[in-house]
């Protein structure tokens, strides 16, 4: 024992402390005497004494509380407590306490040398102890900490590649490593011959492991899978895994895909010596988990990858184009069709804004509209005559998507049946007008009688209709065609006032009660003044058509931002939900127009293409039996526009 161990006294000056500072000097200790609660703390902030005697009390503080609460702070300290009494009670207290032992008088000097020599020797064994147990404590978890480090990493690999067979392999030489087993192997279930083969496997024998198969039924890696519970063997006598493979020691844990038991994680021992605890299963299980992880990963990814190759397949030979732009409009997917009607290279990159790599006007303008809601429409023309109809929508969570289909035929076959009913209808009116011609000379070569006369103004009427026919049908063909597409400031207050002029017989006649609501700041149109008072005698003419007698017709001219919105409602039957989107269409008329209601069906369509040709939009809102209110959006005139 080296005698230069620090030994402080913590005393009353006194007798005593001064036999104990004696004995323990010829003894050869060191020795520091405080008298006070203060020095003491003092000095064990500065010092590591090797024992501690207190005195029963030290100035005025009891000896053993102070002995209890330096005991919180060092708990390795030996302390010995003196007291002037050998009390029962004390005793007990002192060592309920936990100092060391305790002394009192008569003191001999042997006693006090043998009695700290006795508490310096058994802390000292407490000490190697403690460290031993540290030791052993840290070496238990430096192999967890390097167990938790193999899972850790094994699970970054699960997560990170698609590599099934790498990763299953990754787990089964895991599973040996952290079991210490001798092999693993990776059982999987082939469902249609009930048969377990080897999908990865450690230290076994690369033909044994390819040719690996064994019954469900009647094995212990068959049990696994049909009860769904692990099995941990260590056995003296050997155990047959299949017919002369025989093991000592064996962990089988399930793998589940979805509930569903789908093979068998397993690791074994042939030679005697070693066996598996609980705690190898509860890895094992943990290394099942990521088996288990992997191949459901392996799962989706297949699905995914076979929905993705459908999907490019579909959109590199649809015949239609397709670009798909996220919410900035830069560029995530062009199929070939795109590439080609834009005449596009393959320099053009993912990522780029769409109107840099393709700075088609229509395209721009198909791109500037809302489509908040709903999907645009614009057609694409190219210099070659090409035209295409363009339809730009949402993708919510994407961005949007345009298509273009090819319609260059179709508009072909447009201008085909426009110019060949323009030639009809002009070849029509030239035999109308002579009919009507004849019929009124009839009346004047010679007397009709009654009946002969009725005739006659039945051919007249159907005449005037057949010409009201061909009329439209010449106005609709030079609308469509642009002919007459002026652009001069038109004061649509003073159309309207025109419009109505012409229409108020038939308000007289029907009882009608006329509200115009015409705003006095109204800008002037920017149009053709001819096909806006045709615009409006079609639509106020309708409003008048469809309303019984004595119902009502209201007018709306406004002003907004730099248009000028019209509003006409009737009262009359309303249109069907399902003729809406038709009744703009050439000679469509809805299903419940009232019996004695003529038409031609051409009226909207001749307001739509008048519309359409001033840059404006025309709809309907309607309510069955309620009545209908067409609104229609022109662009009001700029000053700057020359007139
Ligand atoms: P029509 O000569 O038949 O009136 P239009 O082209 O003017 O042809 O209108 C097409 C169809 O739309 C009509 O046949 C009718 O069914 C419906 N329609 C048009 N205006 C009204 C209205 N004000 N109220 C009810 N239905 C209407």
């Given at each position: 024992m080296p005698k230069s161990d620090l030994i402080l006294l913590a005393l009353d000056e006194s007798q005593t402390s001064q036999l104990f500072e004696r004995a323990l000097r010829a003894a050869s200790y060191s020795t520091a005497i405080v008298h006070d609660r203060a020095a003491l703390d003092r000095i064990l902030q500065d010092s590591s004494p090797a024992l501690l005697i207190i005195g029963e009390r030290i100035k005025n503080e009891e000896g053993m509380l102070v002995a209890k609460a330096l005991l919180e702070r060092f708990p390795t300290l030996p302390i010995l407590l003196f007291t002037e009494h050998d009390t029962p009670n004390l005793v007990k207290e002192a060592l309920h306490t936990g100092v060391s032992g305790y002394l009192y008088p008569p003191l001999l000097t042997n006693d006090i040398v043998n009695d700290v020599q006795h508490s310096l020797q058994r802390a000292r064994h407490m000490g190697d102890w403690i460290r031993r147990e540290i030791k052993r404590t840290t070496t238990s978890l430096e192999r967890r900490v390097s167990e938790l480090e193999t899972l850790v990493k094994l699970g970054r690999a699960v997560t990170s590649t698609l590599d099934l067979d790498s990763v299953l392999t990754n787990v089964v030489a895991a599973a040996v490593e952290l079991t210490g087993a001798e092999e693993g192997s990776l059982l999987l279930l082939d469902e249609a011959s009930d048969e377990l083969y080897m999908k990865a496997s450690h230290n076994f024998e690369e033909g044994f492991a390819r040719s690996f198969r064994l019954p469900v039924r009647d094995t212990l890696a068959g049990k696994v899978v049909l009860t769904g519970k692990p099995l941990v063997l260590n056995e003296a006598e050997p155990q047959k895994i299949m017919t002369a493979y025989l093991i000592h020691a064996l962990i089988y844990v399930p793998l589940r895909l979805q509930h569903r038991v789908i093979g068998v994680l397993g690791v074994d021992n042939r030679t005697p010596q070693y066996i598996f605890s609980d705690h190898h299963a509860l890895q094992m299980s943990v290394l099942a988990e990521y088996a288990s992880i992997a191949i459901e990963n392996a799962h989706l990814y297949q699905i995914s990858e076979t929905e993705r190759i459908k999907f490019e397949a579909t959109i590199t030979n649809i015949e239609n184009g397709v670009m798909i732009l996220d919410s900035?409009?830069?560029?995530?997917l062009v199929n070939p069709a795109m590439r080609a009607a834009f005449g596009l290279n393959s320099a053009i990159v993912d990522g780029q804004p769409v109107l840099d790599a393709v700075p088609h006007p229509d395209l721009r303008a198909l791109l500037s509209q809302n489509i908040q809601g709903r999907s645009k429409c614009h057609e694409i023309t190219f210099d070659d005559g090409r035209v295409f109809s363009g339809l730009h929508t949402s993708i919510p969570g994407v961005g949007s998507a345009i298509t273009m289909q090819d319609i260059t035929y179709l508009k072909r076959l447009d201008r085909l049946k426009s110019d060949f009913v323009h030639t009809v209808s002009h070849d029509l009116r030239s035999p109308l007008t002579a009919v009507l011609g004849y019929t009124e000379l009839l009346g004047r070569i010679g007397t009709l009688n009654d009946q002969q006369s009725e005739f006659l103004d039945r051919i007249k009427a159907s005449v005037q209709n057949i010409t009201a026919l061909v009329n439209d049908l010449l106005d609709l063909s030079r609308v469509e065609a642009g002919f007459d597409a002026r652009g001069e400031s038109v004061q649509l207050g003073e159309v309207l006032r025109l419009t109505l002029d012409n229409l108020q017989n038939q308000i007289d006649e029907k009882k009608l009660h006329l509200h115009l609501e015409l705003a006095f700041n109204l800008p002037p149109a920017q149009g053709n003044p001819i096909r806006l008072r045709q615009m409006l005698d079609n639509l106020v003419g309708n409003a008048i058509k469809y309303t019984p007698s004595g119902g009502d017709i209201y007018i709306k001219v406004r002003p907004e931002e730099s248009q000028i919105i019209i509003q006409v409602t009737d009262t009359g039957p309303g249109i069907l939900p399902a003729d809406q989107p038709y009744i703009f269409d050439k000679f469509y008329r809805a299903?419940?127009?009232?019996?004695d209601v003529n038409g031609s069906g051409l009226g909207l369509a001749i307001v739509k293409s008048i519309v359409d040709s001033h840059s404006g939009r025309v709809w309907v809102e309607s309510q069955i039996n309620q009545g209908s209110t067409f609104f229609v959006v022109l662009p009001a005139h700029e000053p700057s526009t020359p007139p």
């Open positions: 900035e409009q830069r560029i995530l299903s419940n127009i009232p019996a």
